[in-house]
DNA sequence: CAATTTTTGAGGTACGCAACACAAATTCTG
DNA sequence: CAGAATTTGTGTTGCGTACCTCAAAAATTG
């Protein structure tokens, strides 16, 4: 059985579409682009031969006709984590892809955990841009100035940390607090049972996504798992030596430590204090961010599982999500919903 | 702190170039596409003049003048469970999108099951197709017709189920033996130590992708968990009904039936078992592909983890990289990687 | 140095569509 | 039914690239 088979074999053009209703070209192209002055009746027959002909634009003539280019910023952060470096990197790559596609992206790096720095850089981006990405805050100034871009016609998209109160058109991201809740549904389930305290290290309390990770975590920690009790919050800024001593520290104080759950970067320190103690394969240590020490500690076992997003698929998205609202084209929902993934150390890619 | 602020705002075309080499268009042309008598020198005089300005094609214009179009056929299976609805329907959406593209999906159902029925199918597409996807059997005469497409010309990229020894230019799906260590993992850690029996339910062991999954499934539960026994293999047909007979035959005799990993559908039947004996909350149950059902499954508790591979992925990679492959254009590995989603009730999307 | 080969230039067409100007035809209004 | 308004047609241009032909220039050879 064959469906589909009486597609044409050559594309149906504009021109063919006017034949078959009989109208010129000129209103055939009113027509598909919705400008004034048709009347209905030619609007139907119009369609009817676009259905019939199973007419679609050659998005590739359109574009070239429409002779539009675009110009994007990325505002990222300065020298930072490896998801942050491995997040640019693929910002880069994209770059590339899009400059085949009429598009130009500048990357700006500044200081994204100040809201003022934050909000100064993004002032003073060029009007030339038609869009920015962003990695945001949700602070009143940053709000504001991503409110300011919009009103000024510049379609913002934010990038791993959301503004949700602001105008911006798309978040390209993960869900933090499901992200959360997932991490304490495989810790609770990893430690089946046992009692014993789970210590939650976050890089700054200050970051809504760190926040909102600890969040779900503890939701589902305090709900679904009685026997394990949460440790207050530790802070490690995101910082190897600075988490190890913390990490280090915790091992020392709690025999009964059972899990640890980082929603933020340092793993380096987690890694190292664990392997110094003895109990890397009895603690179950769940963090984000597929890196290459992140993947390392999770073949040898030290790590139990990782909550990821995936780098290369945001900066596309946000690429792709900038574009077809500048062009006016629609996106594909369930191709742009940036997904939770865990990785275990069987699935790694 | 910039980065990229150099480029430039305009793009820059072949004759901006053809005006920095201080040479013609001509010569430009024949450089970038790679054709004979150019002097060696004025390769390199055009190739910096490329580099300097940044010169990068307009891929919308190119394929505009070389006027190709692309026809593809996607072969399927006829009338299926829930994974294989979802596929088809995902390729019909690729298909909405290629039609911009220049390119045209047509979609063959078959009984891709049946060798020599899938064969004669592959032997009889019509030689107009410059690309087949095909739902593979590793089968000799399957084989041998995705060989003789191949030296026909075609090119042929299998998905979801692999024939690795042919000449296939790509599989677009996952790991299947990956799947199944990753999806053992996940049953080992949850039953954490508890002594017992686990089931393994598949569709049928003639298929590959099926025998695949249980063999890494059983790779790591012997290796890693010996507190845990597999029962036998048993083969549900991908058949609710079946499937839910064959359950509850298992629960009945197995007072330590701890889990179940089903690695093919017929979920429907299972859930009912499991639900019926009273025992779901008890057993792990683990299983493949996100659909209405599994996912009410998880939600419910039932089930308790979703090894997934993402149809819509798979559909929109196997035609980027049929288009890519006929074109001539490079693909982006990292893209186009299908991964091993593992979905709990907290991360679904 | 003439003859030959290699390299380069000039110029054109085509791709499918967008955008526009202006004229012609049709319909509506008073 | 004239005049106005609306609707449709004709025609043109340009987007950036691919691909082609033919001639001119330069380099190589005998």
Redesign the interface.
Known sequence: ?????T?????ATLEDVARAAGVSLATVDRVVNRREGVHAKTVARVEAAVAKL?Y??????A??ARGQ?F?FAFVLP?GSNSFMTSLTEQVA?T?D?L????G???????DVFDPDVLAGALENLSP?YQGVAVIALDHPRVRAAIDDLVARGIAVVTLVSDAPSSSRVHYVGIDNP??G??A???MG??????EGTVAVIAGSLSLRDHTERQF?FHQ?LTSEYSNLSALPVIEGRDDSDRTRKLTAALLARHADLRGIYCCGAGNRGIADALEASGRAREVVWITHELTEYTRRFLVRGTL?AVINQDA??EA?SAARILLAHCAGEPI?P??E?I????F????L?
């Open positions: 059985m064959t469906v589909g088979a597609q044409p074999v050559i594309r199973g679609r634009a050659d998005v590739a003539a574009r070239l280019t110009r300065t790559r770059a892809w400059a085949g596609q009429r130009f992206i500048d990357i700006h790096h500044v030339a499901a992200a809740r997932t304490a549904t495989l389930r990893f430690l089946a049972g046992r779900g589902i139990d290369g698929h596309r594909s369930d191709q919903r997904r939770i993934d865990i275990l150390r069987d699935n890619p």
